[in-house]
C-alpha cells in the first residue's frame, strides 16, 4: 500500500470505531466532497479488490462502497487533524501573550526597585533564571558533551539525507510517527478519537544546549559581572514567576544583547545628527527674527514724525558720544 495511505493507519483505524458518533448524514456529505487523496484510495481498493469476475457480477458494488466509506474516512480525519491544529494554535497564542504579561510586569517591578538598571542586566537576569533548570540538567547528567554533540550532527545529518532510513527504525521501534512534522515537534494530545498519546520531539532543545550554556556564561561576564548573585538575590521571588518562553532562551539573549549594542551605536549616531540638525535649525531661526526685527524697527523709525526722529537720533549721538569718552578714560 502506498506510504501516504498508511502512515496513520492506526489513527484512521480508531477513527473507524467512532464513526458511530457521528451521523449518517454527515458522512454521506464527507463521501461527496473533494478529497486531496482520491487517486490514493482509488489505487489501493483496485489493488486490494482485483476487477475479477465476482466483482464484475455486482457492478463493482463492494468497490463502490469501500471508496465511499474510505473517502468519508479520510475527510472526516483530515477535518479531526485541522481541528486540534486550531485549538493547538489558540492554546500557543494565550501561552506566548500570558509569558509575554509576565515578563513586562517583572521589567516594571525591576525598574521601579533597581533605578536606572540597563534594559540588558534586567534581560540576562530573566534569561539566567529560565535557563537555570536546563543549564543544571546538562551539566548533571550529560557526560562526554563533546561525544554527544557529534551524534547529534550525526542524527541531524541522517534526517536530513535519508529519513526513509529514520522512519524504518521507528516503525521498527513501534514509535507512531503521525505525516505533520509539527504535531511530531510540539503536539503531545489524548482525545476520545485516539487512546495514544505522540511523543513530543525537543530535539531543538539539546541540539542547541552546548550554544546555550556558552553564551549564558558569556552574558554573565559581559552583562552581570560580579554582580550576578545580587541580582538573583533581590529578584529572586520575582524571577521565579517568570515562566520560560522558548526552549532557546541563551540564544535570544544573546541576539538581544547584540540588538542593544546596534541600537545604542545607532541612536548614539542618530542624536549626534539631530544635535547637529538642531543647532542649524536654532541659528536659522535666531537670524531670521534678528532679520524682522530690525525690519520692524526700521518701519517704525520711518513712520515716525521729524521732531521725533530728530529726538531720537540727538539721543543716539549723545549714548555715541558718551562710550567713546569711556574708552579713551579706560
Not at 102 to 115: A, D, G, L, Q, Y
Not at 121 to 148: D, S, Y
Request: one cysteine or more; aromatic letters at 8%; a positive charge.
Amino acid at each position: 500500500m502506498a506510504r501516504s495511505s498508511t502512515i496513520c493507519d492506526d489513527k484512521r483505524f480508531n477513527s473507524i470505531l467512532h464513526l458511530k458518533w457521528v451521523s449518517v448524514t454527515q458522512l454521506c456529505f464527507l463521501a461527496h466532497e473533494e478529497c486531496p487523496q482520491d487517486a490514493v484510495i482509488l489505487h489501493d481498493i483496485h489493488r486490494t479488490f482485483p476487477a475479477h469476475e465476482y466483482y464484475k457480477e455486482s457492478n463493482e458494488l463492494g468497490q463502490k462502497s469501500l471508496y465511499r466509506i474510505s473517502k468519508a474516512n479520510e475527510q472526516f480525519f483530515a477535518q479531526f487533524v485541522e481541528e486540534q491544529n486550531t485549538k493547538f494554535d489558540e492554546q500557543q497564542q494565550e501561552t506566548d501573550r500570558m509569558a509575554t504579561a509576565k515578563r513586562r510586569e517583572t521589567f516594571r517591578k525591576m525598574k521601579s526597585k533597581r533605578k536606572g538598571a540597563r534594559p540588558i542586566q534586567a534581560n540576562c537576569a530573566i534569561e539566567l533564571e529560565e535557563n537555570q533548570k536546563l543549564v543544571n540538567a546538562l551539566q548533571t547528567n550529560i557526560v562526554g558533551l563533546e561525544e554527544n554533540q557529534q551524534n547529534l550532527h550525526k542524527l541531524v545529518a541522517l534526517l536530513s539525507e535519508k529519513p526513509t532510513i529514520v522512519w524504518q527504525k521507528l516503525d521498527e521501534l513501534g514509535i507512531d510517527c503521525p505525516t505533520r512534522w509539527r504535531v511530531f515537534e510540539k503536539w503531545t494530545y489524548q482525545t476520545k478519537y485516539d487512546s495514544k498519546k505522540f511523543p513530543k520531539l525537543q530535539m531543538n532543545n539539546f541540539m542547541n544546549a552546548p550554544y546555550s550554556i556558552s553564551m549564558i556564561k558569556e552574558l554573565h561576564k559581559l552583562a552581570m559581572g560580579e554582580e550576578r548573585e545580587a541580582w538573583a538575590g533581590n529578584f529572586r521571588g520575582e524571577l521565579g514567576a517568570v515562566e520560560p518562553s522558548g526552549m532557546t532562551q541563551g540564544e535570544n539573549c544573546g541576539i538581544k544583547f547584540n540588538r542593544l549594542e546596534e541600537m545604542d551605536e545607532l541612536n548614539h549616531l542618530n542624536h549626534c545628527q539631530r544635535s547637529v540638525f538642531e543647532l542649524k535649525t536654532r541659528e536659522k531661526k535666531t537670524k531670521r527674527k534678528k532679520k524682522a526685527l530690525m525690519n520692524m524697527m526700521i518701519a517704525s523709525f520711518l513712520s515716525m514724525p521729524s521732531d521725533q526722529k530728530a529726538l531720537l537720533e540727538r539721543q543716539h549721538k549723545q549714548s555715541a558720544n558718551s562710550e567713546q569718552k569711556k574708552k579713551i578714560e579706560l
